[in-house]
């Protein structure tokens, strides 16, 4: 039974939207300050011990035994290590508003990986839906203000986060029955390693940290804190409360909050035509996300 009442906003999810909607400004001035490789690495050894002290403190913890390792780790490589790549390289690339709009994408490929694998029902919602979301991320990113807000690759890179994460969700599905959810995200969490450290170990171990600033560290601080472990902990709070289907509607808000704070804090484009788009990708989004689950969701998209 719910401790909160239904028709509230949680203040735990609130935080989650704010935290995730702002965070992908703080990440355009944050690699303005660090290399991509470096904020990675950092992030990764800083939330490790702070989200395993909280599933210590709550009494979250599992471990995997036997087999299940690999798939605990194979799903870690996936939504902690490759995920993080593509999300940030993409990031670098493409203007906070529209790599907003690009992940929010994922749900869609969730719900098509959880037909293919025979998870979920196929649906009409879901193919027009999907096509739906994908016209308004094309609205969002060609009503832009050009080559200063994205890339070509950037986009991709975006895109193909939202696919890798949205693979880990359905990977994870199985693995979080009867399971404490915060306890399986840490037991994953060493599978990234085997991406994170080849990948930026190197240049993190060189890079000379006496060139960040004041607010490079701030920056670090709120990926780490804030967006990092202060958000998926908020984000279990609330689906403790309310339920993971109303827990997940986060996704929906997100993207407002990046294109609203991206155009207040960086002077990012936002016109009536792009406004237009995002509305179409979270009403596609949301057709898409129309019945035919056999498991709610219980994992965030991570940024």
Same mark, same amino acid.
């Given at each position: 039974?719910?401790?909160?009442?239904?028709?509230?906003?949680?203040?735990?999810?609130?935080?989650?939207?704010?935290?995730?909607?702002?965070?992908?400004?703080?990440?355009?001035?944050?690699?303005?300050?660090?290399?991509?490789?470096?904020?990675?690495?950092?992030?990764?050894? %800083?939330?490790?011990?702070?989200?395993?002290?909280?599933?210590?403190?709550?009494?979250?913890?599992?471990?995997?035994?036997?087999?299940?390792?690999?798939?605990?780790?194979?799903?870690?490589?996936?939504?902690?290590?490759?995920?993080?790549?593509?999300?940030?390289?993409?990031?670098?690339?493409?203007?906070?508003?529209?790599?907003?709009?690009?992940?929010?994408?994922?749900?869609?490929?969730?719900?098509?990986?959880?037909?293919?694998?025979?998870?979920?029902?196929?649906?009409?919602?879901?193919?027009?839906?999907?096509?739906?979301?994908?016209?308004?991320?094309?609205?969002?990113?060609?009503?832009?203000?050009?080559?200063?807000?994205? =890339?070509?690759?950037?986009?991709?890179?975006?895109?193909?986060?939202?696919?890798?994460?949205?693979?880990?969700?359905?990977?994870?599905?199985?693995?979080?029955?009867?399971?404490?959810?915060?306890?399986?995200?840490?037991?994953?969490?060493?599978?990234?390693?085997?991406?994170?450290?080849?990948?930026?170990?190197?240049?993190?171990?060189?890079?000379?940290?006496?060139?960040?600033?004041?607010?490079?560290?701030?920056?670090?601080?709120?990926?780490?804190?804030?967006?990092?472990?202060?958000?998926? =902990?908020?984000?279990?709070?609330?689906?403790?409360?309310?339920?993971?289907?109303?827990?997940?509607?986060?996704?929906?808000?997100?993207?407002?909050?990046?294109?609203?704070?991206?155009?207040?804090?960086?002077?990012?484009?936002?016109?009536? %035509?792009?406004?237009?788009?995002?509305?179409?990708?979270?009403?596609?989004?949301? %057709?898409?996300?129309?019945?035919?689950?056999?498991?709610?969701?219980?994992?965030?998209?991570?940024?």
């Amino acid at each position: 039974m719910s401790r909160w009442p239904l028709w509230l906003p949680h203040p735990a999810l609130v935080f989650v939207v704010l935290a995730w909607g702002l965070n992908f400004v703080v990440v355009k001035f944050a690699l303005e300050a660090w290399p991509v490789q470096v904020v990675m690495v950092l992030r990764y050894l %800083l939330m490790v011990p702070v989200m395993g002290a909280y599933a210590i403190a709550v009494k979250q913890t599992y471990k995997p035994v036997g087999k299940e390792w690999f798939r605990f780790l194979f799903a870690g490589f996936l939504s902690t290590g490759l995920y993080m790549v593509l999300f940030l390289e993409g990031m670098s690339r493409v203007g906070a508003a529209q790599g907003a709009v690009c992940l929010a994408t994922a749900p869609i490929w969730v719900s098509i990986i959880s037909v293919v694998v025979g998870q979920e029902m196929g649906r009409w919602q879901l193919f027009v839906g999907g096509g739906i979301a994908y016209a308004g991320v094309a609205g969002v990113i060609l009503m832009g203000s050009g080559e200063r807000f994205w =890339t070509p690759l950037g986009l991709g890179l975006v895109l193909a986060s939202a696919l890798v994460w949205a693979t880990s969700v359905v990977l994870m599905k199985p693995l979080l029955k009867d399971r404490p959810a915060i306890g399986v995200y840490l037991a994953t969490y060493a599978g990234a390693a085997f991406v994170l450290l080849p990948y930026g170990g190197m240049a993190t171990l060189q890079f000379d940290y006496s060139t960040i600033g004041f607010w490079g560290w701030m920056g670090l601080a709120y990926l780490t804190l804030i967006a990092g472990a202060g958000a998926f =902990t908020a984000y279990y709070v609330g689906v403790r409360e309310v339920g993971p289907a109303k827990a997940s509607m986060v996704a929906y808000f997100v993207p407002v909050v990046a294109a609203i704070s991206a155009w207040v804090l960086r002077g990012d484009s936002l016109n009536a %035509l792009q406004i237009a788009g995002v509305v179409l990708v979270l009403f596609g989004v949301g %057709l898409a996300s129309v019945k035919g689950k056999k498991v709610e969701p219980t994992e965030p998209i991570g940024v």
